[in-house]
């Protein structure tokens, strides 16, 4: 697969619930991010990992949020006792690299649409 | 913290001719760049053009180009010939050199034939 991909594209589940959503990066990036978007808004940014750590949590809402990248590749958002309000798309972004100069240009995923009932 | 702003929910142009979708922003920072990215109804983001702050020329590929005026802290994006698959939502985003990335809420293009 050249592009980054994430599964599943769609994740409905209900209020409470534990999820988990997936983001397999373009081979060889070290950078990967994490967004949500809201309908009608642009991307909010949560979490940017150079190679297995996080370099920036900033954006995690809270601490039902927290994401993972153990091998330095793919990497799981994981989202405990969702609430309505987490509804949302997460998108999920890598690039070659994290910092300045011209290989940290953003490759998107398609997104994963969460639905909490 | 850093701000991007579009003023411009909505825009629409004909066919062929030349559009400019603002954006500005708020950064105390002195080295970042800027990007212009495209997400179509399919909704995958796909960058656009992007500009280094600290180069004074302004940015072209194809049809885009920017007018980047960096003490204003404006960056508006020119699309010339503007053709139907130019249809989608523009967002104006600002990365900071540590990698963070704050995106604006975008501007609805509609190119009408």
């Known amino acids: 697969g050249a592009g980054v991909s994430q599964t599943p594209s769609n994740k409905v589940t209900e209020k409470g619930k534990y999820v988990e959503l997936r983001c397999d990066p373009i081979?060889?990036?070290?950078?990967l991010y994490w967004y949500r978007q809201s309908l009608g808004q642009g991307p909010e940014f949560l979490i940017y990992f150079q190679g297995t750590g996080a370099a920036d949590d900033s954006g995690l809402p809270n601490d039902r949020f927290f994401a993972v990248r153990p091998e330095g590749s793919v990497s799981t958002l994981k989202i405990q006792r969702t609430e309505r309000g987490d509804s949302a798309v997460y998108l999920c972004a890598s690039s070659l690299r994290g910092r300045g100069g011209r290989n940290n240009e953003q490759f998107f995923g398609p997104g994963t649409r969460l639905t909490v009932l | 913290a850093q701000t991007v702003t579009q003023s411009q929910p909505e825009m629409s142009v004909q066919e062929a001719e030349t559009v400019t979708l603002s954006c500005t922003y708020d950064?105390?920072?002195?080295?970042?760049?800027l990007f212009w990215y495209k997400q179509p109804p399919s909704r995958q983001m796909i960058l656009v053009i992007r500009?280094?702050?600290?180069?004074?020329q302004n940015a072209t590929e194809n049809r885009f180009s920017v007018n980047f005026q960096k003490a204003a802290k404006s960056f508006s994006l020119k699309i010339s010939d503007s053709q139907l698959g130019d249809t989608a939502m523009y967002f104006c985003?600002?990365?900071?050199?540590?990698?963070?990335?704050?995106f604006g809420d975008g501007t609805t293009l509609t190119v009408k034939p």
């Open positions: 985003a600002f990365m900071k050199h540590g990698g963070k990335s704050t």
């Open positions: 081979s060889g990036h070290t950078a």
């Open positions: 950064t105390s920072e002195s080295n970042y760049y």
């Open positions: 500009q280094e702050a600290y180069k004074q």
